[in-house]
């Protein structure tokens, strides 16, 4: 049984079929490219899955548990996290209160307890700091921790909010376009902290990207969408050369001659 | 870690105690004449308005334009409870207060569940309709005096009780603010899709801060309907709803210690200004844009004082809390 199985998914806004009986799954472990062209779908899915809007048709399960139905912060806690294309971070905490943020669901303290100060407060907040400090760590943000997160050059904020989806302790790691707008430096660096987290955690990732070094030197798995259906899925090695996929990214007439 | 809480306890009691006594040893003495007990006891009241509107405006990030209501409620509730019930023991005044606190949370639930689906300009004018519809409905209620005024509320808010009670509720803001709760507030601030990605219950926060922020002005109600011991409805119109409103953002949206700031200035300005209170809301706007054009985020921003803080250097990647 696979992490995550979404199957038949479809959507309509108004008359515009956004997906169409989309089928992709991704195992724990796994790091899955999502690919296509501009308004290929590829966001909407990670909409469907978080529950931002609920799908027309199809199923959503994590570890065979549908999650058709839930709403968004639920999904969350059940074990599903994203980062978002545009950084959605919240630009006037810390650095260290944006991580702790999404820990809120594994602290159990009720408004007296933390208006009053019990010991309880203490104690769960002090796991929350750690568990954020050492994330932090991983990624050498450490003595930024005390920074309003608006202060972070883009690159850092980009992995704050990967430091964000990771404190509640995921199953599932959405990533919409984690390379955009870096710089070849910058995306070889993620690279490795994206196979790091996974071989840390053992987290599914799935991602949206653009750059094809990263997503072909990383990706396990690769599915492609175009116009909101599957045109393809499998290896780098496949997609590579799939005439389908050549043909929806560089047009059909011309994929004749320039199929590379 | 348990010295440096132990330490900023100490120190935040001792800066109390030393205010209190600042403040109430000359009141206790009658060196402070009633005229300005009187300043002092609206100042209190004013704080806890601003404070608690500062939940919903400031932490929470939603406009809302009706919290003189929620005053009005706490302040008839409460006078209904000691007039009928009647203060036969010392503890009875602060249950009229959790009375009126309770009631106006009430309040609260019932305007927040649907209001809060909306957002922005139409949330601030719901909140402005739901204001006047309370105003106008205690106009119309015989049994509270309707327009003719609520009599006979027994004058028992002193300057001590008074202190005491903004004391307790701004501490308690304040802890709450700081904790799970207060950081998601904030963030549901910064970024609602962010905030819910992140596995927090928006709508549950919304209405709790919303919930807590009427409670805490139906007890600065209670406190002024046994101060003034007369009621009126339209003491609570929309003009003290901006009044509150502007105290908050003049103060910094999202600082305890602006809004308070923004109080002690705000009610003592006209006092001083006597001659000149024809045109406090001239003053009022010019303020306002002043602050606009030289210091959009309020006074203080989303600072607060600390004086743990000021008392110690900070060593370099060393951590609050």
Redesign the interface.
């Known amino acids: 049984m696979s992490l995550l199985e979404v199957n038949d998914l479809s959507i309509q806004f108004g008359g515009l079929h956004a997906l169409e009986h989309v089928t992709f799954a991704v195992d724990s472990g796994e790091i899955v490219g999502l690919i296509g062209p501009n308004g290929a779908g590829k966001t909407t899915v990670f909409n469907l899955i978080t529950s931002i809007y609920p799908p027309l048709s199809g199923e959503i399960k994590l570890d065979g548990v549908s999650l058709i139905g839930r709403k968004t912060h639920q999904i969350f806690q059940s074990g599903v996290s994203r980062t978002f294309q545009n950084i959605r971070l919240f630009k006037h905490m810390s650095v260290l209160d944006n991580a702790r943020v999404a820990y809120h669901h594994r602290m159990k303290y009720g408004v007296l307890a933390g208006a009053m100060r019990m010991p309880r407060y203490w104690r769960e907040e002090r796991e929350a700091t750690d568990r954020a400090l050492e994330l932090l760590d991983l990624f050498n943000m450490k003595p930024l921790a005390e920074e309003l997160a608006s202060n972070l050059p883009y690159g850092r904020q980009r992995e704050l909010e990967i430091v964000r989806a990771l404190i509640g302790k995921p199953k599932l790691l959405l990533l919409d376009e984690p390379a955009a707008g870096m710089n070849p430096t910058e995306t070889h660096s993620l690279m490795d902290t994206i196979c790091r987290i996974r071989n840390l955690f053992g987290v599914g990732v799935l991602l949206i990207e653009h750059d094809m070094s990263l997503v072909m030197g990383i990706c396990e798995r690769i599915v492609v969408l175009d116009y909101g259906q599957v045109i393809a899925a499998g290896a780098p090695r496949e997609i590579r050369s799939d005439q389908r996929v050549i043909g929806a990214y560089l047009g059909v007439a011309r994929a004749a001659g320039k199929a590379t | ?1 348990d010295k440096k809480i132990s330490r900023a306890w100490i120190i935040n009691l001792i800066a109390l105690s030393a205010l209190s006594c600042a403040l109430l040893i000359p009141v206790q003495m009658g060196i402070i004449k009633n005229y300005y007990t009187g300043i002092i006891i609206t100042i209190l009241i004013n704080i806890l308005m601003a404070t608690s509107l500062n939940l919903v405006t400031g932490l929470l990030g939603h406009l809302a334009l009706g919290h003189s209501a929620f005053m009005g409620v706490g302040a008839y509730a409460a006078a209904l409870y000691s007039i009928h019930i009647g203060l036969t023991n010392p503890l009875s005044f602060p249950l009229a207060l959790l009375f009126g606190g309770l009631c106006a949370a009430a309040a609260g639930i019932l305007i927040g569940v649907p209001a809060l689906r909306l957002r922005g300009d139409y949330l601030a004018i719901i909140t402005l309709g739901f204001g006047e519809i309370v105003r106008i409905i205690m106009n119309n209620l015989p049994f509270i005096g309707g327009a003719r005024s609520l009599r006979g509320i027994p004058r028992v808010t002193t300057v001590p009780f008074a202190y005491f009670t903004v004391v307790l509720v701004v501490a ?1 803001m304040f ?2 603010g700081r ?6 507030i ?2 549901i601030r ?2 609602e ?10 709508t549950f926060y919304k209405i ?1 801060t919303f919930t807590l922020a009427a409670f805490f002005a139906g007890i600065a109600g209670g406190l002024y309907a046994h101060y003034v011991g007369v009621l009126n409805p339209n003491r609570f119109n929309f003009d003290r709803s901006i009044e509150y409103l502007v105290m908050v953002v003049l103060g910094g949206m999202g600082s305890i210690t602006g809004a308070t700031v923004a109080a002690i200035v705000l009610t003592l300005l006209p006092e001083v200004l006597r001659g000149l209170s024809n045109y406090r809301m001239l003053i009022y706007s010019l303020a306002l844009v002043l602050m606009m054009l030289f210091r959009p985020a309020g006074l203080l921003g ?1 600072a607060e004082l600390s004086l743990t803080n000021l008392f110690r250097k900070r060593r370099k ?1 060393e ?3």
């Open positions: 870690m308690l802890t709450i904790s799970r709760h207060g950081r998601a904030i963030s910064e970024d899709v962010a905030s819910v990605s992140s596995g927090i219950p928006i709790f989303t990647g951590l609050v809390e």
